[in-house]
């Protein structure tokens, strides 16, 4: 700390009112920053960050314009195929409960029958393929993502 940060000159100016100094947040001598090692790791990963970049930006735009295309491509197709899933959801449905009005079996019981049988292919003890209408890589698929799948399946 200099002379001058501890002392307070006032202008000669009797009008002029005082001014107390800015209070300066002092260092923390627990805050030292990062290591050494932190620091060239850190160092690394936006370096290999700005290498990406610059083979990004390295391409043609047509190339970079084509990669976007193709992309919004990809989205698009999944989301009509999300459209299309759960538009045949909402039919299945539509259709379970309408046979299960006819047959005098309630809504919920519907319900907790689907919740049932979702739980069961879930965990493995519903490995028929219906007919063959459920292909096998339909449930290798289930199974890969069981995990996910069961947090959605949950009851109560």
């Known amino acids: 700390m200099t002379l001058k940060d501890q002392l307070q000159v006032v202008p000669a100016n009797a009008e002029a009112a005082f001014i107390p100094p800015a209070d300066v947040p002092k260092a923390k001598a ?20 700005i290498d990406a970049l610059d083979a990004i930006l390295a391409k043609p735009l047509n190339e970079i314009l084509a990669d976007r295309e193709k992309a919004e491509e990809a989205a698009l197709a999944w989301d009509r195929f999300g459209a299309m899933w759960m538009l045949s959801q909402r039919a299945m449905r539509r259709v379970a409960l309408d046979l299960a009005a006819q047959l005098g079996v309630s809504e919920e019981e519907v319900v907790a029958r689907a919740m049932t049988n979702a739980n069961a292919v879930l965990n493995g003890a519903d490995e028929v393929d219906l007919g063959g209408t459920i292909a096998p890589a339909q449930l290798q698929h289930i199974a890969r993502h069981r995990a996910f799948l069961r947090k959605q399946f949950r009851t109560g």
Request: a negative charge; hydrophobic letters at 25%.
């Open 30 to 49: 627990d805050d030292t920053g990062p290591t050494l090692q932190e620091a060239i790791e850190c160092n690394e990963a936006l370096t290999e960050k």
